[in-house]
């Protein structure tokens, strides 16, 4: 997506330890327009895909998330990083943090994600697909069709876009970085 691959070039920044920041637009600092932009790629992507409801995880897919779900009239549920008092009627899994080096407890409501749901996942970074190996259990446990993932930025350098397409996982990811080497940021069809 030529928008969001010129403005990492433009914004981006690289931190040691193969971590980009996009806290200008991304992360911390919100860009709305480019938000909806990339919400209408997401949505031409997965058009042929037959979707009830968009999933996400906090807090960070939350906004292309709402975006999405805001265009296409559904409705939008993130999976929340700490476990409610009690866990009556919650489906959990465990998921280790890429950015904070820790575990962390993933939950989400069996009342808003069950056998009937068609689901699309979207976050803001593919990295080892450990979040989304969270999510993968989390539709596992509830029954629910996981028709795909969308990731704004995928580091091709990590490798959880190849574990998700090779176990049968459609991924659509906005913009890949194929290098953060010596802090240049390589993007793929830059
Ligand atoms: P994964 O679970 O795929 O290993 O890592 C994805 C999660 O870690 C994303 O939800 C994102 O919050 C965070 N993350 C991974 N790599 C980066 C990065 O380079 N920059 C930022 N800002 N977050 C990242």
């Known amino acids: 997506m ?9 914004d981006g920044k690289c931190y040691p330890g193969g971590i980009l920041k996009v806290d200008k637009f991304i992360n911390h600092q919100m860009d709305p327009n480019l938000m909806k932009d990339i919400a209408v790629e997401f949505i031409r992507r997965f058009a042929n895909t037959k979707v009830n409801k968009i999933i996400t995880i906090e807090a960070s897919g939350i906004a292309p998330a709402i975006m999405m779900g805001f265009l296409m009239n559904l409705p939008v549920v993130f999976a929340k990083k700490k476990k409610p008092n009690t866990l009556d009627n919650m489906l959990a899994t465990k998921v280790t943090s890429f950015t904070k080096q820790r575990d962390y407890d993933v939950v989400i409501s069996r009342d808003y994600l069950t056998p009937d749901d068609h689901v699309i996942f979207i976050d803001d970074f593919l990295a080892y697909g450990n979040a989304a190996k969270g999510i993968i259990d989390l539709c596992n446990q509830s029954g629910a069709t996981l028709e795909g993932m969308g990731f704004i930025i995928e580091k091709a350098f990590q490798d959880g876009g190849q574990y998700l397409r090779e176990h049968g996982v459609r991924v659509e990811s906005l913009a890949i970085i194929e290098s953060l080497d010596n802090c240049e940021i390589k993007i793929k069809n830059a």
Do not use: E, M, P
């Open 2 to 10: 030529k928008a969001l691959i010129d403005r990492i070039q433009k």
